[in-house]
């Protein structure tokens, strides 16, 4: 098969933090796919066709890119931030194991790019100084036990975390059900920052203490950064940074 | 003060993995200040000075910089992938918070970058597709126990993991003795991926079952990345793709 597929990691939403690979992609691609927020971030070219569907629908989207580049398409599946991240790589692999045969002799190429906890991150000073890890809180893909379970262990293993789909309209609660769990086991003064759209005419930047940390601040767009026990403030006339050393004491 | 520093993600080493954000901030300084091998990655620059230090000065590096914009200079301190992931943001909040009070009127500008561990997911497939953690195995400044149970901790959990540091010269044992946690944990099929350089001209990729996974093929340079119990191998005619499905089972 002559088709390809390229998917495409395109930053948070700032533009200069999209690499020129990315750009080269979206450029080479004859057809783009995806969610209508990403694919309207791609300037218009002539001839591209655009192929806009719901963001929930994330496999049938992965299908369509698939059958498409089986006819010869050069398909871009526009991600926002990394594309390997929470975003639809996974689910382009995922329709490749299950689907036709002949999807296994297509040219497949992900681009990476900066994950929203990245941006977030350098925004705040160096937040993630330490070990860290990103967890997803929606549960509509893994049971909601499970992701309580790695909360639990990551804050008692002292990693610093970025939570990605806090909340939405259909999951109201679980970012609540999260900053519940995180208080039994951190001080009530770790840093939590939510953060959206960083880098974008709408930036928004709230950082709290895990005590005073209230889920109605965030919505579908927000990341969530939980600090660790060590992360520290540091006062200035500005805005306070925001660091994580990256010595570990022994006894911690 | 009307010094400046910017402490720039580089990417993980390919020019088209740089974001125009980094380049811009290298553009803009009238100093750089970094690791050898890092501060060569950028084009000469007429007028533009060159600050050289050995990797493992880190915090003296970032005291330098500081010093430099204090006397204001606009300082880019070169880090490889993004700057604040094993990168020098930390250590350069770290000598903020410790040093002259004056330093905290600098403005201070981290630029993210992409880290090794998305360059080298990418290049895989989706390895990365369900929740994760980048964990340093070098115990310079944390104690080796804690390094262990961070590790027994994400494999229980099902994380996927990146090895940032996995060994070096003076620490030729760590990857090993990392090896040995997550066997105990881990099923013995649970695919390992060594990358260095990935994305250049030397690039070396290998995928192999922790079961044979030997420490002797990582250098200081390599990323070692950990999937998980569920992390599926989809066999084709050339190199098989690696992801780790989006969906975790109630049992797991």
């Known amino acids: 098969m002559s088709g390809r597929v390229y998917i495409v990691g395109m930053g948070p939403g700032a533009d200069a933090m999209r690499t020129p690979q990315a750009d080269q992609a979206l450029a080479a691609a004859t057809d783009l796919v995806g969610y209508s927020t990403y694919v309207a971030r791609v300037a218009e070219r002539a001839g591209q066709r655009r192929h806009i569907s719901d963001n929930r629908e994330e496999l049938a989207r992965a299908r369509h890119a698939l059958e498409l580049a089986a006819g010869g398409a050069a398909v871009a599946v526009c991600s926002s931030g990394d594309a390997g991240v929470f975003a639809m790589a996974a689910a382009v692999f995922e329709a490749v194991e299950h689907g036709d045969p002949a999807w296994r002799t297509l040219e497949i190429e992900v681009v990476a790019g900066v994950s929203a906890m990245f941006a977030v991150a350098a925004r705040l000073g160096a937040p993630l100084g330490g070990d860290f890890c990103g967890i997803s809180l929606s549960d509509n893909l893994k049971p909601w036990p499970l992701v309580l379970r790695r909360l639990r ?97 022994p006894e911690l």
Do not use: C, H, K
């Not at 939980?226 to 990256?246: F, H, N």
């Open 153 to 249: 262990m990551a804050a008692e293993a002292g990693f610093v975390m970025a939570l990605y789909n806090p909340l939405s309209r259909a999951r109201p609660w679980q970012l609540g059900a999260a900053f519940e769990v995180l208080r039994e086991v951190l001080p009530p003064t770790t840093p939590i920052a939510f953060a959206a759209a960083v880098g974008r005419a709408d930036e928004s930047v709230r950082v709290v203490d895990l005590s005073a940390a209230d889920p109605a601040w965030a919505d579908m767009r927000t990341l969530v950064l939980v600090g660790t026990a060590t992360t520290r403030r540091i006062e200035r006339a500005g805005e306070p940074w925001l660091y994580t050393p990256r010595s570990v004491a």
